[in-house]
């Protein structure tokens, strides 16, 4: 019967220091050396060594591991005995430490400064036949044959090894001087069963010595082909001979190896997978030296990195979108209709189809934002592309391969870093895109933004259709002057007027300060802003259609208050009108309506601008001259045609106005529309232009409460003009109590803001006599009779002579010489 015998019993349990092993393993009845570093570990060492102590060494099942726990380390280890120890002037330590026994770790009683465990000795079972005789004498064949092949290796191992009689004690010596892995030696420390663990060795050393063996062959085979002066080629043979045993390939077959499994993955549409192909073919056969190897494996790189087929899945809750928008963006109401419907269509249709949304309004209202909450409601990609100043069309289509340096353009580019087929792409800035020689921008633009066309576009460094038809498209720009009419045209566009002060409030309150408290590092109880001071910022330090530079007052008043916390920790602030010159100065902003026309020939007009809806004051002046006029101020074709015609009118009212025939042949009028830097253009300043002509005529000054805005005929009528809701906005802003407007714009008034209606005063007219009753005060001249017949509003009854020619009405002498 075989004889069981174990090399040592069951200890007790009892604690022991661990000391940490990274990439190594420690076998009983042989040594390590051991650079011990960290703080704690030196001082377990150095208590153990003073105290004659053991300690347990365990190695860390993650080498990466710098400062391992206990559940980092492997239960299985071995005791060891501190045999030699030199301390280095940096304070750590070199030591050499001899294993005795097996252990495992059964509780962590101490993890500062230092782990220490309860333990169980573990011993090794051996069971003593012939089977394991023979896998000794095997092992140790095995380990002098492999110790052959090894010059380097001093012969006393070998002689060693012939005097082990235990295969315990032989299975520990093999294993410690093998190259074998962490992994594997601590597998074979945690055998127990000698004949398992010799059975595990013998495994490991087979196919140690087979690898060695073939080495040797190689290098055999070689150096006879090898001439003293060719050490180079020599390695490199040896290099390529080694791969070739081993089944692998030289670099650069492995990198082709590499882009072929990518484009599989890539899952490609048909024509793109024959491309790549083709290319790659191509690629295995240029040297990579050759320049045309590192321009087909850029073109390969982009063809695996799009989103051929990658997509996100689509969560449209209508409710949830609708909540999204309403937490991002105060107001914007009918904005945010038109998004959740197009949502809800997209929800039915179970795609995205359409138009394309672009909003247009002055900067800081929140265009850029609605697009990023589109994308959060939906569960989508979301990237931005700022297109503002691009002239060249290459940047959109990108440059052709036999280019240096050639790429894909902005779409293509866009569509790899977001990851996926459908994400939300956010085109900034689109009517800012310029043309010169190197092509138009905005037709290349066309193909994107057609929903009928973009499913194939096709990119001139990719030269292979790529489907954009799944994206989502969103464009922004401040006007729609430069945008061309094609481009226009496949756009949906949403207006994004300028806020109220009421609006401006509101979000400053629930988005401004607190983001602007955050970011300066601040509480509320540190600091609190009133409403009187967040309206005082509003109209004395800002005026603008967006909130972006209220947020930027608002942010300056932050940062000098956190430079006083900083200095005091206990100061605590409330913001209120009287303190804000403290922190922003004098005030930036007056109402300059009333003074800039306290002057006989003025008139404030309304006008709109990429930055929202301001006022515009026109001057007059009368001179004696030869019947000129003059108009300055970088004034348009159409603005000059106004002006003219506003005269044209006004001169063939010359009577009623109390002047001579001669007057207007006597004398000049300069016609002046201020901040000459910029230029102006429409014809909706007709009645403001006819009105400051009116006033010098008369000597009547206008009413400095009232603007206005419309087109004037050579009739006297006025007609409808756009930018309304913006106009009123920018004279609500600029303190103007009455707006004068056409009356066939009446329809407009729904769209402004309930509060801004219920403070100004709002005044359709038809023709030029209402206009001028209402900003000079009185009636000067008399209304226009239609064809139809019909008498416009408030007409004075004409009369007609004996031959029924109709006569105007006399001016009553004292009129006219009031008017003088």
Known sequence: MPNHKSSSNVSPVSSIGILPLHDAVLFPNTVIPLAVVKRPDVQLVEEALRDGKSIGLCASRDREIENPTPEDLHRIGTIGVIQKMLKVPDGTLRCIVAGQHVFRTEQFTQEDPYFVASYTELPDVTVENEELVAMHRNLAGLFQKLLSFLPQAPREMEMEVQNITDPNVLTYFVASTMRLETADRQALLEERDTAKRMRKLTMLLTKELEVVELGHKIQSD??????????????????????????????????????????????????????????????????????????????????????????????????????????????????????VEYLAVGKLKKRLTGPILCFVGPPGVGKTSLGQSIARAMERKFVRLSVGGVRDEAEIRGHRRTYIGAMPGTIIRSMRDAGTKNPVMMIDEIDKVGADFRG??????????????????????????????????????????????????????????????????????????????????????????????????????????GVRNLERQIGTIFRKIARKIASDQGYKTRIKPESLGEYLGKQQFFNEARRRIASVGVATGMVVTPFGGDIVFIETQAMPGTGKLVLTGQLGDVMKESAQAAVSFLRSRSSELGLSEEYFAKNDLHVHVPAGATPKDGPSAGITIATSIASVLTGIKVDPTIAMTGEITLTGQVLPIGGLKEKTLGAKRAGIAKILFPKRNEADLDDIPKEVRETMAFVPVEQLSEVLEHALGKRIIAPTIFESGRRASNVVPMRRNANGVVKRPRVPVARRKARR
């Open 440 to 545: 138009d921008p905005q037709s290349a633009l066309l193909e994107v933004l057609d929903p009928e066309q973009n499913v194939n576009f096709r990119d001139h460094y990719l030269d292979l259709p790529f489907d954009l038809s799944q994206v989502l498209f969103i464009c922004t720009a401040n006007s729609l002057d430069t945008i061309s009419p094609p481009l226009r045209d496949r756009m949906e566009i949403i207006q994004l007027p300028g806020y109220t002060e009421l609006e401006k409030l509101q979000i400053a309150k629930r988005y401004l300060v607190e983001k602007q408290r955050v970011a300066n590092g601040l509480t509320t109880s540190q600091v609190h802003v009133s409403d009187a001071a967040l309206r005082t910022i509003i109209t004395e330090y800002t005026r603008e259609a």
């Open 222 to 339: 070689i150096q006879h082909e090898m001439e003293k002066n060719q050490r180079e080629f020599y390695l490199r043979q040896q290099l390529r001979a080694i791969q070739e045993e081993l089944g692998e390939v030289d670099p650069q077959q492995a990198e082709t190896n590499e882009l072929r499994a990518k484009i599989d993955e890539a899952k490609m549409t048909e024509e793109a997978r024959k491309t790549a192909d083709r290319e790659l073919e191509r690629l295995s056969r240029v040297p990579q030296a050759s320049p045309e190897y590192s321009v087909i494996r850029t073109y390969l790189d982009w063809l695996v990195q799009l989103p051929w087929s990658t997509e996100t899945t689509d969560h449209i809750d209508i409710d949830k979108a609708r909540a999204i928008l309403d937490e991002d963006h105060y107001d914007l109401d009918k904005v945010k209709d038109r998004i």
